[in-house]
């Protein structure tokens, strides 16, 4: 599973960087989480991906790049909301 960090995975994201020599940048992150455990995690705005060296995370890295683009792009104008929101301004 992916999904964005929060404030209670602060400790096992540490783990991650001591592990795997790296360091925990300050900010949002997309983890990836096996069998409720986090292995990986990519900082939002930018820098290297923190994982466990002792469990295979080599997949799950293009999936972290590609989630972490998607929240990076402007929200699209005309989405579903957009024009619900819209149409019930007109009435």
């Known amino acids: ?4 960090c929060r404030v209670d995975d602060d400790p096992a994201l540490e783990m991650l ?8 940048e300050d900010g949002r992150y997309v983890l990836a989480e ?12 930018g820098g290297e991906v923190i994982a466990d060296p002792f469990r295979p995370t080599a997949h799950l890295l293009p ?7 998607q929240l990076a792009r402007p929200a699209r104008s005309g989405g579903l909301l957009s024009r619900l929101a819209l149409a019930a301004a007109r009435h």
Do not use: N, Q, W, Y
């Open 1 to 4: 599973m992916l999904r964005l």
């Open 17 to 24: 960087a001591i592990l795997s020599g790296g360091r925990v």
């Open 63 to 69: 999936l972290l790049h590609l989630r972490a683009e």
């Open 34 to 45: 096996v069998d409720g455990t986090i292995v990986a995690g990519l900082p939002l705005a």
